[in-house]
């Protein structure tokens, strides 16, 4: 879809700069934290979104070891063209789920149960 518009970006970017756009500079351990993945999934990111100079990396001057990412001038254009897309994404996508009787709705309730009780433990509890 983004290439249909125009636009070169990957949605695995996603994550990383939407989470910048939002929170301004963050360092990869925090990008990582606030989506759940691991640090490496967030440097690979990095990797692919520094290499495309939508982000700079730059030293935190209350931890030098430290490095924060943010949005380079680039990164602040592409997001500025992506957040009516993403606006319209999650409106197409809640749209979609009303029409599905609140599929994302159960799908996250199934997602709890499953957390409460893994599905091999139902089946042995069965046996």
Same mark, same amino acid.
């Given at each position: 879809?983004?290439?249909?518009?125009?636009?070169?970006? &990957?949605?695995?970017?996603?994550?990383?700069? !939407?989470?910048?756009?939002?929170?301004?500079?963050?360092?990869?351990? &925090?990008?990582?934290?606030?989506?759940?993945?691991?640090?490496?999934? =967030?440097?690979?990111?990095?990797?692919?979104?520094? #290499?495309?100079?939508?982000?700079?990396? !730059?030293?935190?001057?209350?931890?030098?070891?430290?490095?924060?990412?943010?949005?380079?001038?680039?990164?602040?254009?592409?997001?500025?063209?992506? =957040?009516? =897309?993403?606006? %319209?994404? !999650?409106?197409? %996508?809640?749209?979609? #789920?009303?029409?599905?009787?609140?599929?994302?709705?159960?799908?996250?309730?199934?997602?709890?149960?499953? #957390?409460?009780?893994?599905?091999?433990?139902? =089946?042995?509890?069965?046996?």
């Amino acid at each position: 879809m983004y290439a249909e518009l125009g636009i070169d970006f &990957e949605q695995r970017w996603f994550g990383v700069l !939407n989470q910048i756009s939002l929170h301004g500079a963050m360092s990869v351990s &925090e990008l990582a934290d606030a989506l759940g993945v691991t640090h490496a999934a =967030v440097s690979q990111t990095r990797g692919a979104l520094a #290499d495309r100079g939508l982000i700079e990396a !730059n030293a935190d001057p209350e931890d030098a070891r430290r490095r924060a990412l943010g949005l380079s001038a680039a990164g602040k254009k592409l997001v500025k063209r992506l =957040v009516p =897309v993403w606006a %319209a994404l !999650n409106d197409a %996508a809640r749209e979609l #789920d009303r029409e599905a009787g609140r599929a994302v709705e159960t799908l996250a309730k199934l997602e709890a149960a499953l #957390d409460r009780k893994g599905l091999a433990e139902r =089946v042995r509890a069965k046996l």
